[in-house]
């Protein structure tokens, strides 16, 4: 989002790890801080892509408010 739209922005890196089968998978993500949301796009490894919204509270250290 312009900045005029929004609080702030959001960026970050994702790891998982599945117990049973040790496979790993990452992902990085972008967004923008509106209100008390985050509204995120994600990108795995293989390429996928979709949206997420957390709450400010859950990912505050990976953000920069303006």
């Given amino acids: 989002m312009p900045p005029k739209m929004c609080q702030g922005f959001f960026q970050a890196y994702e790891y998982a790890k599945t117990i049973f089968t040790s496979n790993t998978s990452a992902k990085q993500g972008i967004g923008s801080i509106v209100g008390n949301q985050v509204y995120i796009t994600w990108v795995d490894d293989d390429g996928n892509v979709w949206q997420d919204v957390r709450p400010l509270s859950e ?5 920069t408010l303006a």
């Fill in 59 to 63: 990912c505050r250290i990976h953000t």
